[in-house]
Nanobody, 121 residues
Framework: QLQASGGGLVQAGGSLRLSCAASGRTFSAYVMGWFHQAPGKEREFVAALRWNYGGSTYADSVKGRFTISRDKAKNTGYLQMNSLKPEDTAVYYC????????????????WGQGTQVTVSS
């Protein structure tokens, strides 16, 4: 089970850090990913990280602004979001894949419940 938290309301240019806590299993064999979904739009890839060996990838729209990371001891992943823009407003979901690192939602087996991020202009 994945539990995402840390969303909220922030002004443009501000920062938020999202957390994704795993319970019941460890992330060790998994890829952790973050996706977001705005109203009326499909779920879109944000970032992904190979949990055990490192290595990450980002959507072009967030490169240089967002950083994905993990704390193995806490079995928790993070998404640090800086220089936030109104277009970042969405529900953010963390997910875990036991197969491949992908920018598509399909390979991700486990999903958190989502946390709302709202960026005001």
């Amino acid at each position: 089970q994945l539990q995402a938290s840390g969303g909220g309301l922030v002004q443009a240019g501000g920062s938020l850090r999202l957390s994704c806590a795993a319970s019941g299993r460890t992330f060790s064999a998994y890829v952790m990913g973050w996706f977001h979904q705005a109203p009326g739009k499909e779920r879109e890839f944000v970032a992904a990280l190979r949990w055990n060996y490192g290595g990450s990838t980002y959507a072009d729209s967030v490169k240089g602004r967002f950083t994905i990371s993990r704390d193995k001891a806490k079995n928790t992943g993070y998404l640090q979001m800086n220089s936030l823009k109104p277009e970042d407003t969405a529900v953010y979901y963390c997910a875990a894949s036991n197969t491949i690192m992908s920018s598509r939602p399909d390979p991700y087996d486990y999903w958190g419940q989502g946390t709302q991020v709202t960026v005001s202009s």
